[in-house]
């Protein structure tokens, strides 16, 4: 379509499963002969926390956790209608959460 894009954003917590899904989105849009800019790897946020180990005393001994959210951004350029039923199309795998938006 004239003057517009496709911007696709995933989000995983798994960067294997978002690489894998990402490299899937761009090569379906390719053989449809739409022109892909990405996938960029947008910053890794880390989300960390702290828990007590013991239920009521030793207050000093803690468990550290952290979860590492993944994410891509792709611009999908020069797309027809076949590239949009190629993308609908696609399954890809429950854990990475996609955003798609027209611009």
Do not use: C
Request: charged share 30%; glycine share 2%; hydrophobic share 40%.
């Amino acid at each position: 379509m004239a003057n517009q894009k496709i911007r696709i954003r995933l989000k995983a917590y798994d960067y294997a499963l978002i690489d894998r899904s990402a490299q899937e989105i761009v090569e379906t849009a390719k053989r449809t002969g739409a022109v892909v800019k990405g996938p960029i790897p947008l910053p890794t946020k880390i989300e960390r926390f702290n828990i007590l180990r013991s239920p009521h005393v030793n207050k000093t001994s803690r468990e550290q956790l952290e979860i590492r959210t993944h994410l891509r951004l792709m611009d999908i350029v020069d797309w027809t209608d076949k590239t949009t039923d190629a993308l609908m199309k696609l399954d890809l795998p429950a854990g990475v959460d996609v955003e798609i938006k027209v611009q």
